[in-house]
């Protein structure tokens, strides 16, 4: 089985600084996709990067960033140089394979507020 | 127009009611899936389909049933509405592969009195 774990129910940054959202998961498929999505208040599902497990660079878009330590397991987001339109909720998610395989599991969520 | 497309986009009904929420997309995707998203607890896997005829349960499938007409088209019945089904509803397409990414539809809010 596969789990997704974010522990920061709700973040604050300041309008232009960086910040990290954790996530941690876990699996014992060797071969593993981890992916960020954003939910503004409207409700839509936005894809922000994926990071697959055998990728020897963090993965990067744009803003977004992907700090990937494979060793503890965990795939934290950061973005840098924060604007008002990133307040939304952020997910962690992932894909194995396996028994896992094609179902893409997700963390409960991280509410981002950005002041200005 | 959207790639991927759910009505309704609300719906409030009654305990015991059958209802179906439905999903058509243009982006020819395989695979298909429905989530129910619930404060705190992230979005949560119901059914999902690799094509026209296979379909696989989730984590949280009872209760509900699903029907892929077409490859464009994945529906999701509740077939007695209870209150615990209140939720906001996703539909997502996929192309395949673990680095698949997913695409959504706007979502169904749906609201069991």
């Known amino acids: 089985a596969q789990k997704i774990t974010q522990t920061q129910p709700g973040m604050f940054v300041q309008e232009k600084e960086a910040v990290t959202l954790d996530c941690t998961y876990d699996t014992s498929d060797p071969s593993y996709g981890l992916f960020w999505y954003k939910q503004p208040s409207s409700g839509e599902m936005i894809f922000l990067i994926y990071?697959?497990?055998?990728?020897?660079q963090n993965a990067t878009e744009g803003r977004y960033s992907l700090n990937f330590q494979k060793a503890r397991k965990s795939a934290n987001l950061v973005i840098s140089a924060s604007q008002l339109g990133d307040s939304a909720m952020y997910f962690c998610?992932?894909?194995?394979?396996?028994?896992?395989?094609?179902?893409?599991?997700f963390g409960q969520g991280t509410i981002l507020t950005v002041h200005p | 127009d959207a790639d991927v497309t759910q009505t309704p986009r609300n719906r409030i009904t009654k305990t015991g009611k059958r209802i179906m929420l439905e999903c058509s997309q243009t982006k020819g995707h395989d695979r298909m899936y429905w989530y129910r998203q619930d404060p705190g607890l992230g979005l949560r896997l119901i059914y999902y389909s690799f094509d026209v005829k296979d379909i696989n349960k989730g984590e949280i499938s009872d209760g509900y049933s699903v029907s892929r007409q077409a490859q464009a088209k994945f529906s999701l019945s509740l077939e007695s509405a209870i209150p615990n089904q209140t939720a906001l509803y996703f539909c997502a397409t996929g192309a395949g592969g673990v680095h698949e990414k997913l695409f959504f539809g706007s979502g169904t809010q749906l609201s069991v009195l």
């Open positions: 990071q697959g497990s055998y990728d020897q």
């Open positions: 998610a992932m894909r194995g394979g396996g028994t896992s395989y094609g179902k893409l599991t």
